[in-house]
């Protein structure tokens, strides 16, 4: 008999957890996909269970439910959209931290969380250094397998434009051919890509608990 293995993803309407929900929903090893979001989503499809609140809270499951052994968490902001760096650290740091222990409640044992390179609690940046902080709070909380994602500038078609992240992406594009070695972890991934290296890795874990894994290793994750 076929395993039933469930999903769950918070920021499913995101460019990352688009791309991880139509994988999801295409892949013949998913039985199921919950998503956790403030507002219901487009898709429609037999496999998607959506649940909506203003918190995310984790829902009551059915007898016809799959309780999720895989999460996904690509929730975020920018600080022009948050309106300062307090708001900023509510949703990448507290929101992100409060959904793990949800899916966590929910009974997931694989945990994916979209962070990024360069991420650390006592970095310069307030950007870098929420990302760090965030980490360490879902780390806490002791998952059986973590994977933080840890990609530079994202490629893809948002619901909505962020200038510097496009400008970032036109000078890396210029820059690509003299990009090696770990350099190549600065170069634009593809939401898509993303997806599918969650994917790779869910089905085939690293022996490591938590791990952090760069561009160019999504990247061959994605074409394995």
Known sequence: MKEQVSWVI???????????????????????????????????NNKLKQWISDDLQAPVL????????????????????AGSKANFYAVDVDLVAHTAKVMQRMGVTHLFVVSCIGANPRAFSHYLRCKGQMEAKVQS????????????P?????SESRKDEVLVQGLLKVLR??????LMNYQPIEA??????????AKHPSTDCVEYL???????????
């Open 10 to 44: 918070a920021g499913a309407t995101g460019l990352v957890g688009q791309a991880v929900l139509e994988a999801t929903l295409n892949d013949d090893s998913v039985s199921q996909v919950h998503t956790l979001t403030r507002r219901a989503l487009s898709a429609e």
């Open 62 to 81: 059915s007898r016809d439910d799959i309780a999720p052994s895989v999460g996904v968490i690509a929730l975020g902001t920018t600080i022009k959209k």
């Open 141 to 152: 909380l002791c998952f059986s397998r973590l994977t933080f994602l840890h990609p530079g």
């Open 154 to 158: 994202l490629a893809g078609e948002r």
């Open 177 to 182: 051919p003299v990009m090696k070695g770990s």
């Open 192 to 201: 898509k890509d993303m997806a599918k290296a969650v994917l790779s890795r």
């Open 214 to 224: 760069t561009a160019s290793q999504m990247m061959q994750l994605a074409r394995a």
